[in-house]
């Protein structure tokens, strides 16, 4: 039985689309940010801290590649991951891939204390949708646009992993 991978923009709520997945479908949870934190012992602010950016990217294609391994999991993965290509070909071989498109007028209105990318500007929020959306759509298999509720989203995302299991049953 293949993953369910979440990708989207920080603050499109791909952690709590897996805890309503992983109930509805009986899979783990895994979530690569917090894999990222577990492996330094550090969480993800005080990682951009100490050692940059590229430091906590090399930590989460490990986190990702780790969770690609995994067997019946719901894998919310970073805002960022698809910035290498090499997280998402890892994950699609064991997964299949949803991108949660927010608005990112919605997200703008939520608090990212902990999101070390979008707490000192909001606006950097548009400027990230801008230049990520093209890589959200490369990488996802079933683009989830916009819905009103997140409950709206977890029924479109299960309908689709649902039909994306039977046919991979029915080709044997
Ligand atoms: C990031 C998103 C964050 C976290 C890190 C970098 C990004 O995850 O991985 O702060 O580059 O978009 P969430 O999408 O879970 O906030």
């Known amino acids: 039985m293949k993953?369910?991978?979440?990708?989207?923009?920080?603050?499109?709520?791909?952690?709590?689309?897996?805890?309503?997945?992983?109930?509805?479908?009986?899979?783990?949870?895994?979530?690569?940010?917090?894999?990222?934190?577990?492996?330094?012992?550090?969480?993800?602010?005080?990682?951009?801290?100490?050692?940059?950016?590229?430091?906590?990217?090399?930590?989460?294609?490990q986190a990702c590649q780790k969770a690609a391994r995994a067997q019946r999991a719901v894998i919310a993965t970073g805002g960022g991951a698809i910035l290498r290509e090499e997280n998402m070909t890892?994950?699609?071989?064991?997964?299949?891939?949803?991108?949660?498109?927010?608005?990112?007028?919605?997200?703008?209105?939520?608090?990212?204390?902990?999101?070390?990318?979008?707490?000192e500007d909001s606006s950097r929020v548009f400027r990230l949708y801008e230049t990520r959306y093209p890589l959200y759509l490369r990488y996802a298999h079933h683009h989830i646009p916009h819905t009103d509720t997140l409950e709206a989203a977890a029924e479109q995302i299960a309908l689709r992993y649902e039909a994306a299991l039977k046919s991979a049953s029915s080709e044997g």
């Open 90 to 119: 890892a994950l699609a071989e064991t997964g299949v891939i949803f991108f949660r498109d927010r608005d990112p007028n919605a997200i703008v209105k939520e608090n990212h204390g902990g999101r070390p990318l979008l707490a």
């Open 3 to 61: 993953n369910l991978v979440l990708i989207g923009m920080p603050g499109s709520g791909k952690t709590k689309l897996s805890q309503i997945l992983s109930r509805r479908f009986g899979l783990t949870a895994l979530d690569t940010d917090q894999m990222v934190e577990e492996a330094a012992g550090l969480s993800i602010p005080e990682i951009f801290e100490q050692f940059g950016e590229e430091h906590f990217r090399q930590l989460e294609t």
